[in-house]
């Protein structure tokens, strides 16, 4: 009888901790790493994409910008912040940022295809402006062909939640991209498709 008290009492205070540890996702406090849950610190999040990806870099690996930026603001080696550095030092995670410059989902279909995400808590996808851009095939929802958007987006989603059904995954839709290298919002690609035809396909 002593025992099962004992076990109830020792249960009971493990669920009070989980349901502290989630009610601190989402305001872990940023750069402070105060209250981070603890089931979440040190996991693997892997972050893909284009070189939107790549300039967030990681907390281990900023990466720096120099230049004039749209509004005429000049930057000399300045540390780029965002969402992926946030994610980091907000849930305790560590990336691997995979992000590549002028790269699409198509391009990198093999490589994605061929990781292993058993052990992957976190999973960021944004592609969208290149393959816009570079006129890579739409497809259509439930395609399953890699050598289109939609099909390889989707092959890429069965291959994580097939190696890990416990891993979450994030998908961003393409940003609103200004007249740039010859293509923007209001371009339409050689195939008749607008950037956003990329982002309603997520």
Known sequence: DTAIKKDITN??????????QIENIGTGGGSTNTG????????????????????????ANPKTYSGTDLQGTVHTDEVVKGYVQEIENRYGLVCTNLGKGGHTIVSDYADLMALDYSDVA?????????DARLNIPLGTVNSSDGTTFAGALNNILRKIYTDNPECRVLVLTALQ????????IATANSNGNYLIDFVDMF
């Open 122 to 130: 976190l999973v960021t996808i944004a592609y969208g402006c290149n």
């Open 11 to 20: 249960l009971d205070s493990q669920y009070k901790d989980i349901v502290k």
């Open 36 to 59: 981070i849950p603890t089931f979440l610190k040190g996991k693997k999040y892997i972050a893909i994409g284009d070189s939107i990806v790549d300039y967030q870099g990681t907390t």
């Open 177 to 184: 991209r200004l007249y740039v290298s010859e293509f923007g």
